[in-house]
């Protein structure tokens, strides 16, 4: 007998566990619903809530879903952003070690900010002109911060 059929029910056994541990989490978060552009699915989980509940009764509501403002407009761009951020949140839940109220990371604001100019660009292409590089741009959420969740409390 080799090494390697002693070795594999020793590898078999975890490597079923947590195969069957990631497909029983990623059925119960209703994984598959993430790659679609259903706007509730953003509030699958509780804390997005207040942020679903405002895009609603926002003015963004009857022209832009989440993922045309929260990811890029590429495809592969898209599916890369919603992968780390599913990675991301899902270890940030099951381990509750996130920040209430949810804080948009800068990667992620980096994206909304391209959103923001992909719509409007041609409206505030003389605002954004005059900076150097886009982190010197004026952030288009510093005067609108509610718009695309509803009035900023």
Known sequence: MSWL???WPALAIPLGVGLGLGLFTFGYAEGFSYLGNA???CANCHIMSEQYDGWVKGPHEAVAT???C????DLVGKYTTKALNGYHHSKAFTLQDFHEPIQI???NAEILQASCLHCHGDF??????????AA???RCVHCHAGVGHGPAD
Do not use: I, W
């Open 5 to 7: 059929s002693r070795l």
């Open 70 to 73: 929260h990811t890029p407009h």
């Open 39 to 41: 706007p509730a699915t």
């Open 105 to 107: 990371k800068s990667r």
């Open 136 to 138: 010197d741009a004026p």
């Open 124 to 133: 505030v292409r003389e605002l954004v002109a005059g900076s150097t590089t």
């Open 66 to 68: 989440c993922n045309d």
